[in-house]
């Protein structure tokens, strides 16, 4: 599989999804953050990937795991609308 590839997972709220990576995003369990709350991932694998997604219109916050980003979107955005960035961020940063 290309260490590039991301699986996309859908959940039952649909506010929600889940996009699993082959590249390590954090160094711990577990960092949710909010739009509009400051962070500090330098000491991350890839620093400033929360941030990243949180400046795309639409994403509500972003929850990190080892091999994982939740995103939760904005109740008056569309999936079709944002997840062509939210992929491009992915994409971009796990070359």
Request: proline letters at 7%; hydrophobic letters at 40%; one cysteine or more.
């Amino acid at each position: 599989m290309d260490s590039k590839a991301v699986h996309i997972e859908t959940y039952p709220n649909a506010q929600w999804r889940a996009y699993h990576t082959r590249i390590q995003l954090i160094d711990q369990p577990v960092e949710m953050v909010e739009r509009g709350a400051s962070c500090t991932l330098s000491s991350h694998p890839i620093p400033g990937f929360a941030e990243l997604l949180l400046k795309i219109p639409g994403v509500a916050s972003v929850t990190l795991r080892p091999y994982t980003a939740d995103v939760q979107k904005a109740v008056a955005f569309e999936w079709n609308e944002i997840e062509p960035r939210i992929l491009e961020v992915l994409t971009c940063q796990l070359e």
